[in-house]
């Protein structure tokens, strides 16, 4: 594409937006240009959070803009500590109507006299994350 955005790195190195949606292009990159982007685009995204925090942060003082609105979504949840309701689920649905707090949940509203219970049956699991240095 001639008119699209592209990176450049601090050697020169362009890389255009297409190249980002093209597995074989992305896959002829060796090793070093591949590092290269990432970091490029950590930093790209970095610099578009703090952009969309400063626009809703004018949206919501009253900003206006051409083209760009607020606009409203509905979720749906249910009471989580009610009990009523909780009750009366598992009487009609059974157990599996209703699911036990996350282990920080229940520390932040049972305290640490928990923990030796959470001991007994909290399941770890590993991950495997990428890590920037």
Known sequence: M??????IDDFGQNFG???????????ELDNDQLEDLVYLIK???????????ELKERLDSGSQFKHITYGESKTQSLAQDD??????FVKKYGW???????????????????QDDLDKVVVYATQKRVKYE
Do not use: R, Y
């Open 17 to 27: 937006l297409s190249l980002l949606n093209d597995k074989e292009k992305l896959q």
């Open 96 to 114: 599996a109507s209703v699911e036990v707090k996350s282990p920080t949940k229940l520390k932040k509203e049972f305290g640490t006299e928990i």
């Open 83 to 88: 009990e009523k309701i909780k009750k009366a």
């Open 2 to 7: 001639a008119n699209e955005i592209t990176i």
């Open 43 to 53: 930093h790209l995204k970095n610099g578009i959070s703090k952009v969309d925090k």
